[in-house]
């Protein structure tokens, strides 16, 4: 059974920094690609960023470049998102994600996942 465990989101000020991490178990990590979702309020939940921990290929929606980072754990079954200069639209539940059909991050980044953790609240207070 596939499962996702996140951490590491609470409240932070404008313009600080976050990591989350997700620990997985369930499935073979090398195969699949992880990543993190996010559902901010009025919005569908979307793709942040994505990595394949075979070969460390990440995908980054354009929400996320150049403020958030994905990386993998030694174990290859932990993920991380380091998000900087958070903003408070940056607000909301971000999941963590799997799907058992996709081993690129660009496929389970653009597409809807069958996996999903219970998520981790961000607020970002203005």
């Known amino acids: 059974e596939v499962q996702l465990v996140e951490s590491g989101g609470g409240l932070v000020q404008i313009g600080g920094s976050l990591r989350l991490s997700c620990i997985a178990s369930?499935?073979?990590?090398?195969?699949?690609?992880l990543g993190w979702f996010r559902q901010v309020p009025g919005k569908e939940r979307e793709g942040v960023a994505c990595?394949?921990?075979?070969?460390?290929?990440?995908y980054y929606a354009a929400i996320a470049k150049g403020r958030f980072a994905i990386s993998s754990g030694h174990t290859k079954n932990v993920v991380y998102l380091k998000m900087d200069d958070l903003r408070p639209e940056d607000s909301g539940i971000y999941y963590c994600?799997?799907?058992?059909?996709?081993?690129?991050?660009?496929?389970?980044?653009?597409?809807?996942?069958?996996?999903w953790g219970q998520g981790t609240l961000v607020t970002v207070s203005s």
């Open positions: 369930g499935f073979t990590f090398d195969e699949f690609a």
């Open positions: 990595i394949n921990s075979l070969d460390g290929t990440t």
């Open positions: 994600a799997t799907d058992l059909g996709h081993s690129s991050s660009y496929a389970l980044c653009t597409r809807r996942p069958t996996e």
